[in-house]
Nanobody, 115 residues
């Protein structure tokens, strides 16, 4: 079993910054790709950014140039630095990690950007 716990969400004004982190624990041998997704009520969960174990990154178009994903393999932790936040970034943010053929989700952390 793998457990993911996100932290760092909260309320911020438009143009502000927030940093999210997600720590994995449990029966971990070697976590593969990790990523962040976000979801608003009634909508599907969309990819925000992902990072492979060797550091290759991928970003959704709406966050390119504003968000930065990184990871610390020694700590089994993935980070998301969010700058120049917009009200459209308001969502529940979920951490995802892939271990072998299985994917794991964290419970989510709320990010609210006020206008």
């Amino acid at each position: 079993q793998v457990q993911l716990v996100e932290s760092g969400g909260g309320l911020v004004q438009t143009g502000g910054s927030l940093g999210l982190s997600c720590a994995a624990s449990g029966s971990i041998f070697s976590i593969g790709a990790m990523g962040w997704y976000r979801q608003t009520p009634g909508k599907q969960r969309d990819l925000v950014a992902s990072i492979s174990r060797d550091g290759s990154t991928n970003y959704a178009e709406p966050v390119k140039g504003r968000f930065t994903i990184s990871r610390d393999n020694a700590k089994n932790t993935v980070y998301l630095q969010m700058n120049s936040l917009k009200p459209d970034d308001t969502a529940m943010y979920f951490c995802h990690a892939r271990l072998s053929a299985l994917g794991y989700w964290g419970p989510g952390t709320q990010v609210t950007v006020s206008s």
